[in-house]
């Protein structure tokens, strides 16, 4: 789980410097302004792909171990 919350964390902090990258107003509007995330996911893919799969990748270990945490243990 704790490498599922890093791997999240590392994404969402490169996809901001991506905005960044792209230009000032596109960081500020993914800080700031709800939506303009995916509207920068969409419109500037290959800048934004690796990072959005790296965060999915994170969240997919958050929610694997999530899972298998709540699952009950067999009794013997």
Aim: cysteine-free; glycine content about 12%; charged content about 10%.
């Amino acid at each position: 789980m704790w490498l599922g919350l890093v791997l999240l964390v590392i994404g969402g902090i490169w996809f901001i410097i991506a905005a960044f990258k792209e230009g000032l107003l596109w960081g500020l509007g993914v800080l700031f302004v709800p939506f303009v995330s995916l509207v920068f996911l969409i419109l500037g893919w290959p800048e934004a792909k690796r990072p959005f799969f790296l965060q999915l990748a994170g969240f997919g270990l958050i929610l694997l171990a999530m899972l298998a945490l709540s699952a009950p243990f067999p009794l013997r």
